[in-house]
């Protein structure tokens, strides 16, 4: 708004010429905002998907002794400072 030389895109004053020809950009911002929606709800769904399915595995077949294990060291880590 207060400097009158600038120029080029995405200003509707062309840079070299003296021609004021705004440039219109076709934006569909409707079809934009759908696809981050759908791409968000997807991420989700499947992380609870897989999630689920993950913990409905580890448990079922016996205490996850690989999970105890790292908490046990991360219990020591702390325990010794």
């Known amino acids: 708004m207060?400097?009158?030389d600038?120029?080029?895109l995405?200003?509707?004053?062309?840079?070299?010429?003296?021609?004021?020809?705004p440039t219109i950009f076709d934006r569909d911002d409707d079809g934009d905002e759908l696809?981050?929606?759908?791409?968000?709800?997807?991420?989700?769904?499947c992380g609870l998907v897989l999630g689920m399915s993950m913990a409905y595995i580890v448990f079922t077949t016996?205490?996850?002794w690989w999970l105890?294990?790292?908490?046990?060291?991360?219990?020591?880590?702390?325990s010794k400072r």
């Open 35 to 45: 696809n981050w929606k759908f791409s968000i709800l997807m991420g989700y769904g």
């Open 62 to 64: 016996g205490k996850p």
């Open 2 to 4: 207060g400097n009158l």
């Open 10 to 21: 995405p200003l509707s004053k062309n840079c070299g010429t003296d021609e004021e020809t």
């Open 68 to 78: 105890i294990r790292i908490v046990e060291r991360v219990q020591q880590r702390f």
């Open 6 to 8: 600038l120029c080029g």
